[in-house]
């Protein structure tokens, strides 16, 4: 046990210091409920993978999925090449659907009546992902690290009526 | 003072970095624009070389390497299409198929002209006007592939060099644009 954690440690001080990112959840079910903000370090989840024996940390993909990768891969590839542009815009009565590929980073707007949706997708962090799945097996504490990339920025914001989710990194 | 207006213009062209607009788009762009006449508006703008990546993600039966897969309940095969279309084009400039629907006073006309393979549909009744340009290059590439199969990528770096209105929908109610700019 004291091997494992003197390993976390090491683990900790490999990654870095300055990865000190946390995940925050951030959630007001109703008008009238209680605001509930969940932060979580990203380091303490890595810390945790520590414990966590390595052949669990190897997940297998099925073949459908592995099947989609390298053109994910691709994909991913060809989206951060690209000039910054509205790739998808749909207008329809009170609703707009908009996607938008900005700097590094795939934005999906979607804003209706009482309803308001936006994603962040940054791209060097799904790239860094896809790249922990290879040879049909997904190392979980490569995709992990790839979270480390999003840096400060909001992930997901959905405002229905005086319902509030919002889930950022810090 | 004409002359100075022209070598300002000229300067703040090349300080703005204008460029012809052929050197601006080196990599085309495959753009879809709908609107209903209800409201609702629909805006697609992509590489190409997106496209050709996505179209890599189509189902296994339909899409094998560089072709695609006419399935078997497909009532006209590749193979007899792709005699059809070197008979039309050994015929070359000329209306291929002219059908009047005197009812609708609907036209429809699929002709070659130039390097063009143009479809009309000219519905004077409904208010309806379909224009879809191909261009035969296109058309040989896809063909280009062997028994049942359409050589999709080479229609698709056939389709990277061309540039304009590819299809025009127009009808009372919607209007369809794709083109590659």
Known sequence: ?170 | MKGFATVAGLSILLLTGARPASAQTAKPWLHIQVEEARGAKVKVNVPLSLVEIALKAAPEPIFDEKHIRIGKHCDLKVSDMRRMWDELKAAGETDFVTVRDEDDGETVTVSRKGDLVQVRVDGAKKNERVMVDVPVALVDALFAGEGEQLNLKGALAELSKRRGDIVRVEDKSDRVRIWIE
């Not at chain 1, 190897?58 to 994910?72: G, Q, S, T």
């Not at chain 1, 790239?127 to 490569?142: N, P, Q, T």
């Open chain 1, 1 to 170: 046990m004291l091997l494992k954690m003197a390993g976390a440690a090491a683990l900790a001080a490999s990654v870095g210091v300055a990865s000190m990112d946390y995940v925050f959840v951030d959630v007001k079910p109703d008008k009238d409920a209680p605001r509930i903000i969940l932060p979580v370090p990203l380091l303490a989840a890595e810390l945790a993978l520590a414990f966590v024996p390595p052949a669990d940390l190897d997940v297998p993909i099925d073949d459908e999925a592995r099947r989609y990768l390298p053109i994910a891969r691709e994909l991913i590839g060809e989206l951060r090449e690209m000039p910054d542009a509205e790739i998808v815009r749909v207008e329809d009565g009170d609703e707009l659907v908009t996607v938008t590929k900005k700097g590094d980073v795939l934005e999906v707007r979607v804003k209706g009546d009482n309803e308001r949706v936006s994603v962040n997708v940054p791209l060097d962090s799904v790239e860094e992902i896809l790249k922990s799945a290879r040879g049909g097996r997904l190392d979980v504490r490569k995709a992990l690290r790839g979270l480390h990339r999003f840096g400060r920025t909001d992930l997901v914001e959905v405002v229905d009526g005086d319902q509030h989710v919002r889930i950022y990194v810090w």
